[in-house]
């Protein structure tokens, strides 16, 4: 496949998603407060963000702000987020990205990927959310969903499953201003459709131009 003819595919991939989801939204539940989402993002990682959002509740009610949380016991904050697992390395770096936020950047959360990089924790998969979401910039959140979802389409061998090389190659095939929202859809398609495990090729919208479909028994999509 030459690369027009990714860019052609993508192009489809986006309308046909936005037709079957059309409120692209974050799964993750910040009520527009850009720090909340930073340390939602960070808790995130190897976790539902279902239980994130039940996990914060508590969290929020207790620390509601970077200032609240920089001063805050790490012995109550692993207590709290314990249920998102790794929770004395998510603890600590919450705790320490809140503290450099007071610190350094008056309160605000960064609007820049240098600045948000410079945060404890926070990779460009976290960087891109913020970005896309509070400042509106494009930009390619490559979380599991979206790398799975990509290369079963066809954007790259299935194999890969490298964030950094996956962005940069959907930069090119995606537009910039289809990025943020399409991949918010990916995270819903990737749980209702196209799951990890068991994708359920039989009956999905994309069947027709994605590559692993075309892989897949009769039986199987059929």
């Known amino acids: 496949m ?41 808790l995130s990682a190897q976790c539902t963000d279902a239980r994130v959002n039940i996990v914060s509740e ?22 709290i987020v314990r249920p998102c697992g790794l929770y004395r390395v998510k ?8 503290e450099m936020i007071v610190s350094r950047f008056g309160g605000t959360v960064p609007d820049t990927m240098e600045e948000l990089l410079s ?43 490298t964030p950094e090389k996956a962005e940069k190659i959907l930069l090119t095939l995606i537009e910039p201003s289809e990025q943020t929202d399409f991949c918010h859809r990916l995270v819903l398609f990737g749980r209702d459709v196209c799951t990890a495990k068991s994708p359920k090729c039989g009956g999905c919208r994309l069947s027709g131009i994605c590559a692993h479909a075309g892989k897949m028994s009769p039986s199987v999509t059929s």
Request: net charge negative; hydrophobic share 40%.
């Open 2 to 42: 030459t690369e027009t003819e990714k860019r052609e595919l993508f192009a489809e991939a986006v309308g046909i998603l936005k037709d079957e989801y059309p409120d692209a939204v974050c799964s993750l539940r910040y009520e527009g407060d850009p720090w909340r989402l930073l340390v939602m993002a960070r």
């Open 58 to 79: 508590e969290l929020f009610a207790e620390f509601p702000d970077a200032a609240s949380m920089a001063g805050g016991d790490i012995g109550a904050l692993e207590r």
């Open 91 to 98: 603890a600590k770096d919450i705790k320490a990205m809140s």
């Open 119 to 161: 945060l404890p924790g926070v990779g460009r998969k976290i960087a891109n959310l913020i970005l896309g979401d509070v400042y509106g910039v494009p930009g390619v959140v490559t979380d599991t969903h979206c790398i799975r979802i990509c290369g079963r389409l066809g954007a790259y061998d299935e194999s890969m499953k």
